[in-house]
């Protein structure tokens, strides 16, 4: 059952956030369910998936499930994304923010229900196999899943100076962030907590001079934000390996 999971699991991810380009997300947000893009992104969940559940033909219905549910599911967040657009108010919780949270809990509560259609019972232990499929996971979410999730929440609050950047190293942020994410992740697997805090310390010091000299407290806020969220992020992923393993 683990293992059915984690293949599942592993293959939304790379599908959802790694190999899809932003012609296809454009595309999908602009005609929905008229899409090319959101064509082409369900046929690589599709491939995806049959390489996880091994071409079996006994999962058949699963398969199935989990294709058409992601071409749906895709395309009504598509369409909710539209009218949110055109008629929400600005502060409003119905957004595309909300509708990509949601988007991705249908989907992974998708992926339990079709393992739990196959499998009654509880793995009480891990094999090999499974480490290695829960640690590839692991790392995908706190690198390129993490800094989408980030992003998204987060987007909403963005200073306008916070896209300025004359003065910064191209994708620097991002790969900041993924690198204090794997660090806190392996603080947490080797035990070590007390890292995590200097790593905090550390980080707020070398930002403490670009912070003062800005004066602006909305690019302090959203950089706290955006912090807080991915040491989140970090903890509950370790924490998860941590149990699962």
């Not at 190293?169 to 805090?197: C, D, K, P, T, Y």
């Amino acid at each position: 059952m683990t293992l059915l999971f984690l293949k599942l699991l592993l293959a939304h991810l790379v599908a959802d956030f790694v190999i899809q380009p932003l012609k296809w997300i454009k595309d999908k947000e602009q005609k929905a369910f008229a899409s090319t893009g959101l064509i082409l992104h369900a046929s690589v969940h599709a491939v995806l998936y049959a390489i996880a559940f091994s071409f079996n033909p006994d999962y058949w219905l699963g398969f199935a499930i989990l294709v058409v549910s992601h071409y749906l599911i895709d395309g009504f967040k598509c369409m909710a994304g539209r009218y949110a657009d055109n008629y929400s108010l600005p502060e409003s919780f119905i957004n595309r923010r909300t509708f990509f949270v949601i988007d991705q809990v249908l989907h992974l509560a998708i992926i339990a229900f079709v393992v739990s259609l196959y499998f009654t019972g509880i793995s009480e232990w891990v094999i090999p196999q499974e480490k290695i499929l829960a640690l590839i996971i692991a790392v995908l979410l706190l690198t390129r899943v993490s800094s989408i999730i980030i992003k998204v929440l987060i987007s909403r609050w963005a200073p306008l100076n916070v896209y300025d950047g004359d003065h910064s190293l191209a994708n620097a942020g991002s790969f900041i962030g993924m690198l204090e994410r794997l660090f806190i992740f392996v603080f947490i697997l080797s035990g070590n907590w007390h890292g995590i805090g200097f790593l905090l310390a550390a980080k707020s010091v070398f930002r403490f001079g670009d912070l003062k000299e800005a004066h602006d407290r909305k690019l302090t806020e959203y950089i706290l934000i955006g912090t807080l969220i991915s040491f989140g992020l970090a903890i509950a992923v370790g924490l998860a390996y941590l149990y699962l393993i």
